[in-house]
Each structure stands twice: as C-alpha cells, then as structure tokens.
C-alpha cells in the first residue's frame, strides 16, 4: 500500500478517506493517533492488524463535539458533565456505558465505551469532515514509542495505512488521562495530559489510581493498562530512590560508552565530564511536563543511536511526574530498580 504524505490544506482527502473505511493518522495535542470510522467494524479492525495490536486492548472513540457523546454512550454521569464542561476540549478520556451500535472490537468485548474530544484544531476538523467518531490509538507499532510527529508515523506505518496527515510536533506528548466515573469512586487508569490533582479540584473528592497501574494483572480496561508499551529497541531500566545523588551515582558506576542515558538537567550536571554513555536530557526535574513532551521522540533517538542499554533517572511523581514515570515503567516492562542507601555503605 502507497501511504499519502498530506499537508493540512489537504484534511479533504484525509477525511475521504476514512469515510471510504481507509486508516489515516492524525495529530492530536498528546501524540498521533491512528483513525478508523468507529462505526464500522471492518475498518476498525484494521487498526489491529496494521499495528499488530492484541484485540483485548480497547480503543478511544475521538468525538469532535458534546452531541457525538450522546450517539455513543447510554448513559452520561453527572460527574462526567463537570470533566467535560472542564476539561473538554484536551487530553481526558472517560468511560461510558457503550451503546449497543458501538462494534464490540472498538470496546475490546467491554460494556464501556472511552471517549474524547482531543484539542487539536486539524483532528477536530479532520473529525467533522469525515463524519463520523475516529476509533484511534496511537500511529505506531504496538509496543513501540508513541509517535509525537508525522516523522514517526511514517517509520512505523508506511506501507501500511492510506494517509498520514501532518500536523507538525504535538504538544503534550503523552496519551490522555483515562478516568471510570462508573464505579462508587472515580478512578484513574491510565494517567496522562490531565493531572490527578486536577480532576480533584474539580470533583471535589479523591480520585484513586487503579490496581492495575500498581502491577495488578487484570484484563485492560484501558489502552496502556496492559502489555511492554512504548518500549525502545535497547533494554530500558529506570532508577528510583530516595536519594538524588545515589541514583546518579549507580548510573556513573553502570554506565558504559554504548549505554544511553536519559537525565534531568541536574543529572546530566552531575554526571558531565564523568560518565560514558550517550546523554539525552530531557528537562529540570520540577518540569515533568517537558519531561513528558520529550520522552517517546527521545526513546527513538536511542533506538537511532544503536546504544545497548538505556538508563533512566526516575522523576517525582507527582502532578504530570505520574504520567511520565508511567510511560517510563511501561517502556522498561515494569523494570524500576530502587537504588537503595546500603549500595554505597
């Protein structure tokens, strides 16, 4: 298949497209998304086969206005009236309960449908021309960083999709918060772009993090919950702890000239001058939101740069820290080392 390079002017075609049941990729504010008709369960399940995606891991349906909302979901829950009147357009995604219409492949066989209207001007139009919800997981290959420019996508995916619609960087660089307001307390599973003490503020009591964020093995609920993604080709280890300096320190002893290295800008001080390995720096530790914005496109640069082993500082998580240190386990397979005092004693 011969995948189209389009300019935005050209969006006619992209949403032609995908009326004919075509995949297009698009840009959203978090990373590029991969868009099929939600309606149609043949193009839907291209996406699986053209990102080699598991079939039991669900996807958002894109929506480019409220009332798309209602032709999706059987129900709206007055708490998620307040996260859309907040946060809408941006990079949250709910859960519904799913309309008997929506194709089961979409819900990865659930009763839920997760849904958002994503806050970028070419995906909102994209969605309006074509006419109908965008079914859309991340433009990459499964497991794969998640792509934050059309540069990306075409890496992954050409020769197997009709179009990549080029939208330039994106800017969040992570994937959107996903929130169940179904149960008796809301729950993040996946978190994203959107903070949990955000959607506390608006909601005005605690939101609780899922088990399965904390290594519980139960079937996903939602994209990302499950499976190595955003994984680099070279094994990846992330390094946690209490102190600062002690995870520097491990990473001085440990590194070697074809290992790369992913730091803070305080880290990256530290080590200059000391240390082999290929630095990447990714922001000061009190921007985890730069942090976020650079961590897939700096996952690939190893992967281009052929190191052997990539070693990651790990970041507070706290505010969008949670989110990144998410993406990061998820990128090591669940590989965070706690570097513990007594190494050093």
């Known amino acids: 298949m011969d995948t189209l390079w389009l300019k935005p002017e050209e969006i006619s075609v992209a ?118 919800p965008l079914a859309a997981p991340s433009a990459n290959l499964s497991g794969r960083p998640s792509p934050t420019c059309a540069e990306h996508v075409w890496e992954d995916l050409a020769g197997r999709i009709a179009a990549i619609l080029d939208g330039g960087p994106v800017g969040v660089g992570v994937e959107s918060t996903v929130v169940d307001l179904l149960g008796p307390e809301p729950m993040i599973l996946r978190p994203g772009g959107i903070t949990r003490e955000e959607l506390e503020e608006v909601l005005g009591r605690p939101v609780l993090l899922d088990p399965a964020l904390l290594g519980a093995e139960e079937r996903p609920r939602s994209p990302g919950m499950k499976y190595r993604h955003y994984a680099p080709a070279a094994p990846l280890e992330v390094l946690d702890g209490p102190e600062r300096e002690l995870i520097w320190q491990t990473i001085l002893q440990e590194a070697t000239p074809d290992t790369g290295l992913l730091l803070s800008e305080e880290g990256a001080a530290y080590l200059a001058g000391r ?35 990539i070693l990651a500082e790990a970041w507070p998580r706290q505010g969008l820290g949670l989110a990144l240190m998410n993406r990061m386990e998820k990128a090591a397979g669940g590989q965070c080392r706690r570097v513990e005092v007594q190494q050093y004693e």
């Open 15 to 132: 949403a032609r497209l995908l009326r004919e049941g075509q995949l297009v990729a698009f840009p959203t504010e978090t990373v590029y998304g991969l868009g099929a008709n939600a309606w149609s369960e043949e193009a839907v399940a291209g996406i699986f086969l053209a990102k080699g995606r598991p079939q039991d891991n669900p996807l958002i349906v894109h929506i480019a206005g409220r009332a798309q909302v209602e032709t999706l979901a059987a129900d709206i829950p007055p708490e998620a009236e307040k996260l859309m009147e907040r946060f809408w357009p941006g990079p949250l995604t709910l859960l519904f309960p799913k309309k008997a219409e929506v194709p089961e492949l979409v819900c990865a066989g659930l009763e839920t449908v997760a849904i958002r209207q994503p806050a970028h001007p070419l995906a909102l139009e994209l969605i309006r021309q074509a006419g109908v």
């Open 275 to 309: 240390c082999p390995g290929q630095f990447l720096v990714l922001a000061p530790l009190n921007q985890p939101e730069k942090a976020a914005q650079r961590l897939y496109s700096a996952l690939r640069t190893m992967d281009k740069a052929g190191v052997k082993r």
